[in-house]
């Protein structure tokens, strides 16, 4: 077996490869201080009340479920055809399916020949076991169309079946549990239909105390997308397994209350993370298809959800159909974000503004730019949030122009993500390179950057949104206020950043600050010689972005948008504008245009 690691040798800056290297040794001194437990009764603590006593309650129930009694209860099925099959079409890989034919695993940025024992190698972490298990590779397997993959298909669930037929903390967690159940169901056609019935029959018995376990135990302490995800697994298992109808009404009955807390009035998702909001809708949809084809009546509020949703999800699209890197999402490709949008609903028009969910779109000719004007989201539904208030991406056709820097894979140093999530790795304002809102040390956020207003306004044509926040109030007196303008032909993007006082806040002293504008890899810039920056685009042509207030600075940064087909980092620049605030405040003008015939 040989395990190499799929990002670059390079050495890893946020800002300046130092802070990455602080953030490491900060990581392993850490780590010396405090063990596992620590590290889960920090997670555990940082819950909401009733989300850490369900936590908490599965924790304490998973010794109970490795005993022959429970093992026992679970029961099986003894069918050898499911009674409905879920429609499948989302589109596989057909690399990755050909690399698993040939033994080689590519699964949360490592790359793995021949791994012996195949479910349990050593060298890997949590979210490579967990893709492993969860059998979302089928897919990639049906995307080579050819017996072999239907053969190997086989091969490795039966082997699965003789090694996992008893609960495993890993092999069984919720979220495995549910995709396996999910993309077992959801292939059957491409390799079980046609397999020896004993095959059918262990697969289908198997399934059945899955969803059995699955039933019992969730919610299992989980939240937000997840938990729909979780949902999702059970209730397909119990509208396809036949006689199991009953999991099918709990698991539909937990999502009805669930879409009730995590649906906002505007139709965006709770977690604030345009990645997450994706998952949820196409699990939507996944149900709401699955459904009639078991011959069951849609709800109502399932309906309502997808509809809701969809118009949100095109709020959150660039010109090349990929996602804005806000709280913990990659860019993915466009065309799959379009294909749920087709399923979803292909009439509704994107939402230009999402109060609740706390995110503006202004666009006009063929630039689009994505505020976030929203807090971060609320305790227990911020396990993938940014300190990124007041971020702003900016496209132009189907070149990205302005970004975050993204979230990092899931194999990466904690504290180097926690870099990425950082206010810093965002296209908005930092006073003395500190968070907006200050991170938890265990994952979440600690304090959330109150947004004291948001406004809109459009007139003919052209956009305006400003809107400000007060994470920097408490510390050094001084609110963050981003005003947005869009012309109406899409080339004179303007803005303006004020510092401004707080009353009755803290002391006010000098403060340093720094307003960034971090670039895609693919953006070209160059300081000019008369002030201002120029930034070329392969087919957008040139832009001039200009500044008063501050000077302004070309630096190295690093770009983490590129998805789970290009999770690498890649290297990337940033203008920074910086300098140092007085304690009554100043204001930064900036204006990004584009330039008549430069390319």
């Not at 989302?90 to 033994?103: F, I, K, N, Q």
């Not at 490709?333 to 979803?344: P, T, Y």
């Not at 194999?411 to 926690?418: F, I, K, Q, S, V």
Request: net charge positive; proline share 7%; charged share 25%.
């Amino acid at each position: 077996m040989s395990i190499t690691d799929e990002r670059p040798a390079a050495t890893r800056p946020l800002v300046t490869r130092a802070t990455a290297r602080a953030a490491l040794r900060g990581r392993r001194a850490r780590g010396e201080r405090s063990g596992a437990l620590g590290r889960l009764l920090a997670r555990l603590l940082a819950l909401p009340p009733p989300l850490r006593r369900a936590r908490l309650a599965y924790l304490l129930r998973r010794p109970l479920f490795a005993t022959r009694l429970y093992d026992w209860s679970l029961g099986g099925c003894d069918a050898a055809v499911p009674a409905a099959t879920p429609p499948d079409p989302w589109p596989g890989d057909v690399e990755a399916g050909a690399a698993v034919l040939e033994g080689r695993w590519h699964l949360a940025g490592q790359s793995l020949t021949d791994p012996q024992p195949l479910w349990a190698p050593p060298g890997v972490g949590a979210a490579w076991l967990a893709e492993l298990h969860g059998f979302a590779w089928l897919r990639d397997l049906r995307a080579t169309a050819g017996d072999a993959a239907r053969r190997r298909a086989r091969e490795l669930c039966e082997d699965w079946l003789a090694r996992h037929a008893r609960y495993d903390p890993v092999a069984w967690a919720p979220l495995t549990a549910s995709r396996r159940l999910s993309h077992w169901l959801g292939q059957w056609d491409f390799f079980a239909a046609s397999a020896e019935s004993e095959f059918r029959r262990a697969l289908l018995h198997s399934a059945a105390r899955q969803a059995c376990h699955l039933a019992r135990v969730l919610p299992a302490g989980l939240a937000g997308a997840e938990l729909v995800l979780a949902l999702r697994g059970l209730i397909l298992a119990g509208l396809c397994l036949p006689g199991r109808a009953e999991l099918a009404r709990r698991g539909l009955a937990l999502l009805e209350a669930e879409l009730a807390r995590q649906i906002l009035p505007d139709g965006g998702q709770i977690e604030r993370s345009p990645a997450r909001h994706l998952a949820m809708l196409r699990d939507l949809i996944d149900l709401r298809a699955t459904l009639h084809a078991a011959g069951w009546e849609v709800p109502p509020h399932l309906v309502s959800a997808i509809e809701a949703m969809a118009p949100v999800l095109r709020l959150y699209q660039h010109g090349d159909g990929g996602l804005a890197l806000f709280n913990g999402t990659a860019a993915e490709q466009g065309f799959k974000v379009d294909l749920v949008l087709q399923r979803a609903d292909p009439r509704r028009r994107p939402r230009m503004s999402a109060p609740q969910s706390g995110f503006q779109r202004l666009q006009a000719g063929r630039t689009v730019a994505i505020l976030d004007a929203g807090p971060p989201p609320p305790p227990g539904y911020d396990g993938a949030a940014h300190a990124g208030t007041l971020a702003l991406e900016v496209s132009v056709g189907r070149e990205r122009l302005i970004v975050n820097c993204g979230p990092g894979a899931p194999e990466l140093p904690a504290a180097y993500r926690n870099l990425l999530r950082g206010t810093p790795a965002h296209s908005t304002l930092t006073l003395d390179e500190m968070n907006a809102s200050p991170l938890a040390r265990h994952g979440g956020i600690a304090a959330r950057a109150p947004v004291a207003y948001c406004e809109r306004d459009e007139a003919d044509g052209a956009v305006v949104v400003e809107a400000a926040h007060d994470g920097y109030a408490a510390r050094f007196g001084l609110r963050h206020v981003r005003r947005v303008y869009l012309s109406a032909g899409g080339d004179d993007l303007r803005g303006e950043d004020r510092i401004v006082p707080v009353e009755s806040a803290a002391p006010r002293r000098e403060v340093r600050f720094a307003l960034r504008f971090h670039l895609h890899p693919e953006v070209q810039a160059s300081l000019l010689a008369g002030g201002g920056v120029l930034l070329r685009l392969a087919k957008a042509g040139g832009w001039r972005l200009r500044c008063n207030g501050a000077e302004a600075a070309l630096e190295d940064s690093v770009y983490h948008g590129g998805g789970p087909e290009n999770r690498g980092e890649r290297r990337s620049q940033q203008v920074v504008l910086s300098g140092r605030c007085p304690p009554e405040g100043l204001t930064l003008k900036w204006a990004l245009k584009r330039e008549a015939g430069r390319k």
